[in-house]
């Protein structure tokens, strides 16, 4: 396909409720997902941006200092930073309050010290970042946006993220199929055995009746979240994948692989944007010359990438900051 005109990627995404930018370190994700919110705002409709990425640049882009809340930017468009270690104190304060309502009291501090240790246990990070981004997903459409824009961190942990929702609902299937065959094991147990021993080595000895219930319903809820994640994240009505890259040859190797590791698992991407392209018509020999080389590259972009259209974002004298700017680098 050739190469577009800028703002038809705002045309292009309009009816799209979700748009995950994502492409390798340092291309312009941060700032095309920046635009992106910042013109569907300037057009009146309601949008959450959301940063996943650790290093925590939308804040500086938007100039405005974020947080894992909502911060309001203009009164069309909400802005977040997912904080991954706010996120994991969360998610592990709730896992021992859980514990808490069925285990021996004895046993807390064990159970503490235990749950200290999974916080840096890894993918324990990555996988609170992915509950609570499929959360803002999920609830997005009732909280009245048009649009959720995820500034995400580079390439493959994006990617990683888009296929961890049916990973973790095959994974939450396991605990559940694992949960149910122990349930009718003690079933079992408890009908052959009368008298009932007291098991002292197991922390959940002296449990409330309902603490498997308790334990289920958890996970089922989990589930049922990833689920919905996921069917969303396949819709390609809902869900548009914007990869980012430069005219360079390292971007261009990323962003083939990329695109290869998205067709295997269906989630096609919707568009690609060349960003700090530098106008031809130089008169400096070095600029004519990166010009030159970026334009050579160009045609190997466009024959690459063939299937998909292209839109080309130009070199701006200074870094694009604030809504206002960052509006008009698209049009
Ligand atoms: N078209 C452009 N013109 C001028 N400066 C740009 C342009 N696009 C991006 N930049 C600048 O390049 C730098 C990197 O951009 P950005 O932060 O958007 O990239 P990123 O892909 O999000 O990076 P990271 O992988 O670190 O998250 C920033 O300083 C940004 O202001
Ligand atoms: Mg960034």
């Known amino acids: ?49 959301v940063s996943t990425d650790p290093a925590h640049s939308l804040g500086d882009v938007l100039n405005m200092s974020l947080s894992n809340e909502k911060t309001a930017i203009t009164p069309y468009l909400d802005a977040l930073e997912l904080n991954p270690d706010v996120i994991v104190d969360a998610h592990f304060k709730q896992v021992e309050r859980t514990i808490k309502g069925y285990a021996n ?3 807390m501090p064990k159970i503490r010290e235990h749950l200290r240790l999974s916080k840096s246990a890894p993918g324990a990070q990555e996988a609170a970042m992915l509950e609570s981004m499929c959360q803002h997903l999920v609830a997005a459409a009732d909280a009245g946006y048009e649009h959720i824009v995820f500034d995400t961190a580079p390439t493959g942990h994006t990617l990683r993220l888009l296929v961890l929702p049916e990973m973790m609902g ?20 408890s009908s052959l055995d009368t008298e009932k021993k007291v098991d002292v080595s197991n922390p959940f000895t002296k449990h409330k009746p309902d603490r ?17 994640a996921g069917a969303l994240l396949h819709d390609r009505e809902k869900t548009a994948i914007v990869l980012v890259m430069t005219a360079d040859v390292l971007p ?53 990438f063939a299937d998909y259209p292209v839109y080309p974002i130009y070199l701006q004298q200074t870094d694009v900051r604030g809504t206002e700017a960052l509006s008009t680098l698209l049009s």
């Open 170 to 189: 095959a994974w939450t299937d396991g605990l559940l199929a694992q949960q149910r065959r122990q349930a009718k094991l003690r079933s079992v147990a």
């Open 212 to 228: 498997w219930e308790q334990a289920v319903s958890v996970l089922e809820k989990r589930k049922q979240l990833f689920r919905q």
């Open 1 to 49: 396909m050739a190469l577009q005109p800028l703002n038809a990627l705002v045309t292009q995404l309009a009816t799209q409720p979700i748009i995950f930018v994502g492409g390798k370190g340092g291309v312009g994700k941060t700032t095309t997902a920046a635009a992106l919110a910042s013109r569907y705002a300037a057009q009146q409709k309601k949008t959450l941006i």
């Open 252 to 304: 261009l190797a990323e962003t083939k692989r990329a695109i290869q590791q998205l067709e295997e698992t269906t989630l096609t991407p919707a568009a690609i944007v060349v960003n700090q392209l530098i106008t031809p018509m130089q008169t400096d020999e070095f600029w004519r010359k990166r010009a030159d080389r970026q334009q050579q590259l160009m045609n190997e972009i466009e024959s690459s």
């Open 105 to 107: 009291p004895d046993m």
